[in-house]
T-cell receptor, first 113, second 110 residues
Framework: DTGVSQNPRHKITKRGQNVTFRCDPISEHNRLYWYRQTLGQGPEFLTYFQNEAQLEKSRLLSDRFSAERPKGSFSTLEIQRTEQGDSAMYLC???????????FGEGSRLTVL | KNEVEQSPQNLTAQEGEFITINCSYSVGISALHWLQQHPGGGIVSLFMLSSGKKKHGRLIATINIQEKHSSLHITASHPRDSAVYICAPYSGGGADGLTFGKGTHLIIQP
């Protein structure tokens, strides 16, 4: 297993367009997290899945954001009607049950023009 | 909400120097992560500790739960250690109980 994989690594889009990011966690990990990181800041929690169930969502996750993990494996994060303030690095992490050790992906950098 | 402060924010040192990065937080925690982030975004977990001290190669992490403080030390620093180091204490209560510091930007010059 090569670790947590995210794609695309970079996405440039125009304001108002929809974008989707994909995260493939480490295969035996049942927990999956999405974070957002803006320049000069630490990551901020967006949402968390245990298997296919979305158990937690941050208030940062506006109704333009939706995340899914339909089969408890990969996850997608969709942003509708993107705004310039959505420009950030979107990080995915996974962990196994019983541990709080996180394994992060390389991130997907979004630039909204 | 756990308030996390890291110091220094930026650090430039010469190869071989002993490096210390500090992390203070405001809320009691059950564990604390030290993470390394290279340019381009990828984050690697260096340590997860809940008490005492851990060592991995040239990296040492310590934590004092009572004082709400942790330090990351790098011995015999090398240019490849140049990265952003992020402290992330976990205060429990679910996935959003993990709070990240803003990071310390370390540059090791040859």
């Amino acid at each position: 297993d090569t670790g947590v994989s995210q794609n695309p690594r970079h996405k440039i889009t125009k304001r108002g367009q929809n974008v989707t990011f994909r995260c493939d966690p480490i295969s035996e990990h049942n927990r999956l997290y999405w974070y957002r990181q803006t320049l000069g800041q630490g990551p901020e929690f967006l949402t968390y899945f245990q298997n296919e169930a979305q158990l937690e969502k941050s208030r940062l996750l506006s109704d333009r954001f939706s995340a899914e993990r339909p089969k408890g494996s990969f996850s997608t994060l969709e942003i509708q009607r993107t705004e310039q303030g959505d420009s950030a690095m979107y990080l995915c992490a996974s962990s196994a049950t019983g541990t709080s050790e996180l394994f992060f992906g390389e991130g997907s950098r979004l630039t909204v023009l | 909400k756990n308030e996390v402060e890291q110091s220094p924010q930026n650090l430039t040192a010469q190869e071989g120097e002993f490096i210390t990065i500090n992390c203070s937080y405001s809320v009691g925690i059950s564990a604390l992560h030290w993470l390394q982030q290279h340019p381009g975004g990828g984050i690697v977990s260096l340590f997860m500790l809940s008490s005492g001290k851990k060592k991995h190669g040239r990296l040492i992490a310590t934590i004092n739960i009572q004082e709400k403080h942790s330090s990351l030390h790098i011995t015999a620093s090398h240019p490849r250690d140049s990265a952003v180091y992020i402290c992330a204490p976990y205060s429990g209560g679910g996935a959003d109980g993990l709070t990240f510091g803003k990071g310390t930007h370390l540059i090791i010059q040859p």
